[in-house]
């Protein structure tokens, strides 16, 4: 499957990057960078003006929770969809947005305080927060190890997207979703090219690729959190070869009946379904992150044979296991 966009992820990432950078580098870049992002560019360079504040060193400080007490808080704009890179030169700065914005972290981790409380929320790998309309929040500086994406999306785009979805998972200021997989981390990357090339039929991309993601987010979120959950999420992640619902079940002390039966309330699949899935996802993250063969993948994960592997491979994902690699390493950039 050929790539439909002309830059890859790894060099919009880079692009992004460098005009950051540039962006720092004088007070007219910055000024300029400050009418086009904010709704109250205006007020906010009138009262900076007048305390004497020295754009470019402002810019240079290694960490500001607030640019001046003050200025007022900026209000961060957008058109119908953005998305961009959580820079390594962008400052923790207090600030508010006329639209949601979705936060997203493939790799590392991301830190950011929301609301007048300034409440800490943490997100990991492949955890992702949504933001409503008017909600006040910073983000840390994030480090070289860290791939955070954000996403400004219009209150018509996201109504047009996520309303229709079965369960409502946004609820109050913030969201957070707890559960990402290979297929989210997929649509994010989609979304941020799309954002970049608006390339024929732009919107409809968009459109399409946020529902996608939401789907697979309130799936995830629908399902109701329990403490066997993590347990089993534990049980799964031991390096024991053989693993069985009734070992489960004894170390947790359940008969094997009322685990099964609870395993399937939790997670809308049986043990032996959920142990596969998780086998697969592994699988399917060794595939974009490593350059192991299948073959070797395929005993890593634990499948006595390759067939065994191909054949629940292709009917989870629809694909072999090369063809997904040869996507997702398109996607990304690291073909």
């Known amino acids: 499957m050929a790539v439909i966009m002309n830059r890859s992820l790894e060099q919009i990432l880079q692009e992004q990057e460098k005009s950051e950078r540039i962006s720092y580098q004088s007070a007219e870049t910055i000024r300029q960078m400050i009418q086009d992002d904010f709704i109250n560019s205006t007020e906010i360079l009138q009262v900076m003006e007048a305390n004497e504040i020295n754009l470019v060193e402002l810019f240079k400080k290694p960490s500001l929770i607030f640019w001046s007490r003050k200025v007022p808080v900026p209000i ?51 955890q992702s927060c949504l933001l409503a309309p008017g909600v006040s929040h910073l983000m840390e500086r994030c480090r070289q190890e860290d791939l955070i994406l954000k996403f400004s999306i219009s209150e018509q785009i996201f109504q047009e997207t996520f309303v229709s979805l079965p369960y409502r998972a946004v609820k109050g200021d913030y969201t957070i979703f707890e559960h990402g997989n290979a297929w989210t981390d997929l649509y994010a990357s989609r979304l941020l090219q799309e954002s970049v090339s608006q390339d024929q039929f732009f919107e409809t991309a968009v459109r399409n690729y946020l529902s996608l993601l939401f789907i697979e987010l309130t799936r995830a979120a629908s399902r109701p959190s ?51 899935d998780r086998r697969l996802m592994k699988a399917a993250e060794q595939l974009l992150e490593t350059d192991d063969t299948v073959e070797q993948i395929s005993i890593m994960s634990g499948y006595e044979t390759i067939s065994g592997f191909y054949k629940q491979f292709r009917r989870v994902y629809g694909m072999t296991p090369g063809e997904y690699r040869k996507i997702l390493k398109e996607s990304s950039g690291k073909s």
């Open 226 to 276: 329990a403490e066997m959950t993590k347990q089993l999420e534990a049980y799964c992640e031991t390096k024991q070869k053989e693993k069985s619902l009734k070992q489960f079940a004894a170390q947790i002390g359940y008969s094997a009946d009322y685990a099964g039966r609870m395993i399937k309330s939790i997670t809308g699949r049986t043990f032996g379904e959920y142990l596969r």
């Open 76 to 126: 961060r704009k957008c058109g119908l969809f953005h998305g961009a890179k959580h820079t390594l030169s962008q400052i923790p700065y207090l600030h508010s947005h006329s639209f949601y914005e979705y936060i997203y972290v493939v790799r590392g981790a991301c830190v950011q305080y929301v609301g007048s409380q300034e409440e800490r929320v943490g997100l990991k790998a492949h």
